[in-house]
Every structure is written in C-alpha cells, then in structure tokens.
C-alpha cells in the first residue's frame, strides 16, 4: 500500500492507495507548529480509522509547498511509518518537463496536479487548482508544463475582505440567490462567486484564444466543485487529482527503478 500525502499552504491532505484504488482521504490544517511526534500520532491515527497495519504501507510519496515544516514531518514519517518518504522535487522524475522560464521555481503540488490531469485525461489540457491560490497550468499534448497563471484563491480573497474592511463581516462562500442582493452578506456572496467565476472563465477563453486550440479543462481543489458546477468551460472537477498524480508519479518512479535494475 502506498500513503500519498500533499502539503499545501492551508491544509495538509492524506490518501492511501491499495493497488490502484483509493481508500480514504484524512485533511488537516497546515498553520501549525507540530513536533515530528505529533506527524507521527496523526499518521498513525490515519493508518487506525482506515483499519491499515503499518507493515502493509511499501513507501510514502510527498509532494510540499511549505518547506518549513518538511524537516519535523519527515522525522515523523521516518519514526512512526519506518519509511523514508520520497518527495517530490528536483531529481524527481515526474513525466511531465518543464518548460517554463525557472522550472524549480514552479510549486510541487503543481508538478504533481499536472501528471495527474495529463496521464489521466490526456493532453493539451488546462489544469485549474482552486487553493491558497487560484493556478492555472497549461500541458500541451506531450505532457510539457509549458505556462501559468497565478490568482489569488477565492477563501483568500474573502478572508481579505473581512479582515481589511472594519465593517465587512465573516460569511460562508456559497452562490447566493441572486446576483440583484439587497444585504451586505448576500452582496458579498453574489461579488466572490460571480465575480470568481467571470474571471475563471475569462482566463480559460484567453488561453484557448491565444494558444488558438481546444484543451480539456480539468479543476480540482477546494471550492472548485462549486465553480464546476456554474460554468460550461470546465470539463472534469476531481477531487482527488493530486492523489492520482502521486500515485502516478510512484509508479513512474517504480518502473523505472525496475527495469535500471533488469539491465
């Protein structure tokens, strides 16, 4: 069994994969200082509510944004799964090249998003991640991370909202009634959901215009199930894509090391 792990700027997401099917998915927040025992209970209590043995995991994969808090939950890793993670990163090999202007500078979860989107739907396609930051990330039809676009995310720009202006409350995201609002909180949904979704739409047309082809469009993360379901332009919203992407980018890695080994 193989325990995929993604560690983004908000939340730190779990699956496990036995063979190719997932079995359960474990979210926590990121925007905490834990010790390397405390990653090593919270794996522990994941392997526990999926019913998992420890000697059943094979490895652990990574993919991280947040450097800082990769030296203790690697120790954890480490000291209560037995394993030494493998992250993904530089010397990584991913299937997908990078060809924009500084590949290193391009984020893990993307890398990994787009191996996801492209040995799952094929290519070009258009990969949109509704996180901490809105990207969208082009990978043309032989699985080149060619551009991108970085926005910020729609609970960024809520939270903006609420924290810069004195008088704006704290409200839940969610598609109003009607965009004709007559209160302040439903005024707020109607400018975030609205106003999210002409631009998620706007960027998509730009691409499709300027790069004058068709691709699939595939959104993933957070609210995207929510801007998927109010949009023509997006094809496919999973939810796990960066599950498969991992699990994609192991078994990469596997083959690999299999037939070096076979020569």
């Known amino acids: 069994m193989l325990i995929v792990i993604d560690i983004g700027n908000t939340n730190i997401t779990l699956g496990i994969y036995d063979r190719d099917t997932l079995l359960g998915s474990y979210r926590l927040t990121t925007k905490m200082k834990r010790t390397s025992d405390e990653y090593g209970f919270m794996l522990m209590s994941f392997l526990n509510a999926s019913k998992i043995v420890l000697e059943d995991i094979d490895d652990v994969i990574v993919s991280s944004v947040v450097p800082k808090i990769m030296h203790s939950f690697n120790n954890g890793i480490r000291k209560y799964i037995h394993k030494e993670p493998i992250i993904v990163g530089p010397g990584i090999k991913t299937g997908i090249s990078i060809k924009t202007e500084n590949p290193k500078a391009v984020g893990a979860d993307r890398i990994v998003d787009a ?13 949109v991640d509704f996180g901490t930051a809105t990207t969208f990330d082009y990978v043309d039809a032989n699985g080149c991370f060619e551009y991108g676009v970085i926005s910020i995310g729609i609970e960024t720009g809520a939270q903006a909202l609420w924290t810069q202006a004195a008088k704006l409350p704290e409200i839940e995201i969610k598609k109003p009634a009607t965009i ?64 498969k992407g991992l699990k994609i980018i192991y078994d990469r890695l596997q083959s690999n090391k299999k037939a070096a080994e076979e020569k």
Not at 115 to 127: E, F, I, N, R, S
Not at 196 to 210: A, L
Not at 212 to 240: C, E, F, P, R, S
């Open 115 to 127: 191996a996801g989107a492209y040995y799952t739907y094929g290519g070009p396609c258009l990969v």
């Open 180 to 243: 004709l609002a007559k209160s302040t909180i439903t005024s707020m949904q109607a400018g975030l959901f609205y106003g999210y979704i002409g631009q998620t739409e706007y960027i998509i047309r730009k691409f499709k215009d300027v790069l004058h082809k068709d691709m699939k469009v595939i959104a993933t993360g957070g609210l995207g199930n929510m801007i998927y379901q109010n949009t023509k332009l997006i094809d496919v919203y999973d939810q796990d894509l960066t599950f």
